[in-house]
């Protein structure tokens, strides 16, 4: 079966012509296959939202091959959806309108986006607030809409950077719990998923990878052997997991000191 992500001998270097070049990742070799979840943790500017950037198209490695289903990334596709930390929405747009606007873009009739965009309003708890503008939100639900305007497009391949880390602890939970079980329900898409918080990368993946300071490199590669589907309120506290955080923990401590 082809993998939904290859990253193969991947190196990139920001800078040149005048700027002293910076090593941003250095011989990164990745395999994800399909309906994984992968969660990539490691200190401040090791390369990790420079991984997401490659495989969203946005940018091309300086050597060595990035792919997705097989296929050389060679820009943006309607199969990735990529989520960032903060919401982004268009204040001029209602909740429901955020939500379409992804579809809109690729030329899906009115009466199909808003179909698709009120079931995930509803499987996101946003019931009532389909005619909310962003202002009129909580940071937790803006946090959703985005969620849902990232899904709408049913990409094959979630990209996540520290999509969570601007909310406050109790509505992070909440959140997460959400997205998780949108997620187990979703069937085959992949996620790879950036972020600073550890508990949050066991929680959520299927795999935590540990990225070194820079330039980033895989330091380690773990398998969390938790069952699905996941209760995030009650895993927190099985000792499973607590021995995956802290197995994991003491690959990143170093990196981070």
Not at 152 to 164: K, R, T, V
Request: overall charge negative.
């Amino acid at each position: 079966m082809t993998n939904a992500v290859e990253l193969e001998n991947v190196s990139l270097v920001f800078g040149g012509e005048g700027n002293k070049p910076v090593l941003a990742v250095d011989t990164i070799n990745i395999e994800i296959p399909s309906g994984q979840f992968v969660a990539i943790v490691g200190p401040s500017g090791c390369g990790k939202t420079t991984v997401l950037n490659m495989l969203a198209g946005l940018i091309s490695p300086t050597a060595g091959s990035v792919r997705r289903n097989g296929k050389e990334v060679d820009g943006p596709s309607r199969d990735v959806g990529y989520m960032l930390a903060r919401s982004a929405l268009s204040p001029w747009r209602t909740a429901l309108r955020n939500i379409e606007m992804g579809l809109q873009i690729h030329g899906v009739d009115k009466a199909t986006r808003r179909e698709r965009a009120h079931e995930l309003i509803s499987l996101l708890h946003l019931d009532g607030f389909a005619d909310s503008y962003p202002s009129q939100l909580s940071q937790g639900m803006r946090q959703r809409v985005a969620i849902a305007r990232t899904l709408a497009i049913e990409p094959n391949l979630w990209l996540m950077d520290e999509p969570f880390g601007a909310l406050d602890a109790q509505t992070r939970l909440t959140v997460q719990a959400e997205f998780i079980n949108l997620w187990e329900r979703s069937g085959e898409s992949s996620v790879i998923f950036v972020t600073h918080d550890l508990e949050e990368a066991v929680l959520l993946a299927d795999r935590v990878i540990v990225m070194t300071a820079r330039p980033g490199r895989i330091k380690s590669d773990s398998l969390i052997d938790l069952p699905r589907p996941r209760v995030i309120d009650q895993l927190r506290f099985d000792e499973k997991f607590k021995e995956a955080e802290h197995k994991i923990w003491k690959e990143l401590r170093d990196e981070i000191i």
